[in-house]
Antibody, heavy 120, light 107 residues
Framework: QVQLQQWGAGLLKPSETLSLTCAVS????????WTWIRQPPGKGLEWIGE???????KNNPSLMSRVTMSVDTSKNQFSLKLNSVTAADTAVYYC??????????????WGQGILVTVSS | DIQMTQSPSSLSASVGDRVTITCRAS??????LNWYRQKPGKAPNLLIY???SLQSGVPSRFSGSGSGTDFTLTISSLQPEDFATYYC?????????FGGGTKVEIK
């Protein structure tokens, strides 16, 4: 049973950099895409981007210039950095496992989510 | 971007009711449509993938149908744990997009 455990700073000031990490246990790390999703309070879900085990990434163009994703295969972890945050970036951030091939884009396991608040 | 529109945005129902939620895509997405249930304060959970395939471990009261632009999620007999928000999501395009959600509340 795969588990995704995520952590990172929950309170940021405007212009700071959001930094989150997600650790994967109980399953293959190389056979999936590793995805970040966010959800502003009381609102819907927004796909941020994904990374595979070799570091190949795809990002949402709406955030692309501010997003950096990385992967550490030695620890089965992947990370998200979002720079120059504003109040509009306040959201619960989820990591998730995405399937490959014909099932690409299906998110079958999720982390617990972290609320990141941007406030001065 | 492919826009996903869900209806209704909320509904009230009772335990045992049959519930249907609709999702419409702004362009054809073939059968690349997935459904998630999100309980309050929790992460979304995959219910249906590929428009109609039941995810392992998901109760058979959930079913999905549709192709092209119009899709449906049906809960045949609503259970207490099904009072939650449901999201559709297209995986036709690399830029994954979600519907706005349908909140199922207790009548």
């Amino acid at each position: 049973q795969v588990q995704l455990q995520q952590w990172g700073a929950g309170l940021l000031k405007p212009s700071e950099t959001l930094s989150l990490t997600c650790a994967v246990s109980g399953g293959s790390f190389s056979a999936y895409f590793w995805t970040w999703i966010r959800q502003p309070p009381g609102k819907g879900l927004e796909w941020i981007g994904e990374i595979n085990h070799s570091g190949s990434t795809k990002n949402n163009p709406s955030l692309m210039s501010r997003v950096t994703m990385s992967v550490d295969t030695s620890k089965n972890q992947f990370s998200l950095k979002l720079n120059s945050v504003t109040a509009a970036d306040t959201a619960v951030y989820y990591c998730a496992r995405g399937l490959y091939g014909d099932y690409s884009g299906i998110l079958d396991s999720w982390g617990q989510g972290i609320l990141v608040t941007v406030s001065s | 971007d492919i826009q996903m529109t869900q209806s209704p945005s909320s509904l009230s129902a009772s335990v045992g009711d049959r519930v249907t939620i609709t999702c419409r895509a702004s362009q054809s997405i073939s059968g690349f449509l997935n459904w998630y249930r999100q309980k309050p304060g929790k992460a979304p959970n995959l219910l249906i993938y590929g428009a109609s395939s039941l995810q392992s471990g998901v109760p058979s009261r959930f079913s999905g149908s549709g192709s092209g632009t119009d899709f449906t999620l049906t809960i045949s007999s609503l259970q207490p744990e099904d009072f939650a928000t449901y999201y559709c999501q297209q995986s036709y395009n690399t830029l994954l997009t979600f519907g706005g959600g349908t909140k199922v509340e207790i009548k």
